[in-house]
Structures are given as C-alpha cells and as structure tokens.
C-alpha cells in the first residue's frame, strides 16, 4: 500500500470522525461550524489583520527570490554529515501520519479513558487543527501551483503546474505541534522545544528531500501555526470562565445552549 493511498484511507475515515467526536461534557462537535469561520475568517478581518497579511506575503516574497534556490542547491549538495538523513526521517514521520496520527489519538485516548479534560481536548484540537490545515493547504496548492524544486528550472515557478506552496507536510507538523502546545497549561520550555523542533524538524526534511522551497515550508509553517492559535480561540471562547456554549436546533426552534 502506498503512502499516498494510506494518506487518503485515513482522511477518508478521520474527517467524519472527528466531525462527530465528543469533547469533554459531551459537548457536540463543532468540526463544521468551526471550518466554516475558519474558511470565511479573511471577511472579518480589520486592517491590522490585513497589514498583517501584507507583511507576511511580502515576506515570502523576499525569501523566495533571495533564499529559495541558495537553500536548494545547499540541501542537494552531497556534503552532509550522516545525522541529517536521520532527522529527515524523523521530519518525514512527524509531518506524514506515520507519527502524527498514532499520537493524535493516543492523547485522545488518553483523555477518554482517564476523563483527563485536558488531554481529551488536546486530542480533539489536534484533530480539527490538523484537519483544517490540510484542507487549506491543500486549496492554496491549487490556487498557485506551484512547481517543485525537483522539477522546477528556477525558483519563480508560480502559477504553473506544480503543488509545492505550501508545504502540507509543515503546515500539518506545526498544526499538530502548536495546537497540543496550546491546549496544554503552562507547558514547560523543554516540552515547547520538543514539539516545536520536532515540526521544525518536517520542514527541515521537505527541502532536504528537494521537495519544497524554504519559502513553501515557511508558509505551511505560518499557515499551521494559525490554524492551531484559531481552533484554540474558538475552544476558549466556548469554556471562557468555565461556560460552554452549544448551538440548539429543533424542529421549531433554533438558539444557543448555554452549560456551566
């Protein structure tokens, strides 16, 4: 079985399972609700969002033409100590659901099994963070397509043929890592650098393996970190002050629940 055909069996059965899954309380999913403002969020954003975006694009615009193909002829070199093959792996793994997926649900087995609240919601945030970043990467590689550095004659290769911005790989490691960060209270400065190397670690392996640019692997790293920090506020928002708000839905009415 191919990688790429495990990768679609999975997502095939974890999306809907996770768009029923129960949070602590046996709150309701919020799997669609959620995707629906995390899709439509640049409609609300303010002008400081916007200046932010701004930013962020000029940015990888910048590293693009200035750090792209430096970067790529360094990592194919062949003068490499033997320990870089082994972070690659462990990248590789991170950012794929070779390690990820039995994580995400050993936390939230974890949690289920002890009616530990904090390490089902870790769980649950880990699923949705991830999931979100997939489909949204997944989107944008359609919308720029563009070429891989295997394949492409020079950095600049946007809007062509290719889905290499952004990483999906890095975009889904930093989800993953930032979002178990963030449903975490008060993480020690140890378990901040362990998650946050290991995804550092994925974005590492991509352009080692010559299948990003540095520029694709900094934008699915700016692109997971938001999704985890917006599946993170959304939960906060529901258990602000210890209430939980729930959507209500019958068939004559229609309002919000509230449980404290």
């Not at 200046?51 to 000029?58: C, E, H, L, R, S």
């Not at 990467?137 to 394949?151: E, I």
């Not at 889904?172 to 963030?182: D, G, P, T």
Request: proline share 4%; hydrophobic share 40%; glycine share 10%.
């Amino acid at each position: 079985m191919t990688k790429s055909f495990r990768h679609w069996i999975f997502w095939l059965g974890f999306l809907p399972a996770v768009s029923l899954a129960q949070t602590p309380a046996s709150e309701p999913s919020y799997f669609i609700s959620d995707l629906g403002d995390y899709l439509s969020a640049p409609a609300r954003w303010d002008g400081q969002d916007w200046m932010k975006f701004g930013a962020i694009t000029g940015g990888l615009l910048i590293l693009s033409e200035s750090v792209d193909d430096s970067w790529k002829r360094e990592m194919i070199s062949e003068e490499h100590p033997g320990y870089y093959d082994r972070l690659t792996t462990l990248g590789n793994n991170w950012g794929t659901l070779n390690l990820a997926a039995p994580f995400m649900l050993g936390v939230y087995g974890y949690g289920y099994l002890n009616n530990d609240d904090e390490y089902l919601n870790a769980g649950y945030n880990m699923f949705q963070a991830g999931a979100y970043a997939a489909i949204s990467t997944t989107a944008l590689k359609l919308v720029f397509h563009r070429d891989r550095p295997n394949s492409a004659l020079d950095e600049a290769g946007w809007f062509k043929d290719g889905k290499s911005f952004p990483s999906g790989h890095t975009s889904f490691a930093f989800a993953i890592s930032r979002s178990f960060l963030n449903s975490l209270d008060h993480p020690s400065l140890g378990t901040k650098a362990l998650f946050y190397g290991l995804a550092t670690t994925t974005a590492f392996a991509r352009t080692r393996d010559n299948k990003h640019w540095t520029s694709d692997v900094v934008g699915g790293a700016l692109l997971g970190i938001y999704t985890a920090d917006f599946v993170d506020e959304q939960h906060r928002k529901r258990h602000n002050n210890g209430i939980a708000y729930a959507p209500y839905v019958d068939a004559e009415t229609v309002g919000i629940q509230v449980r404290w």
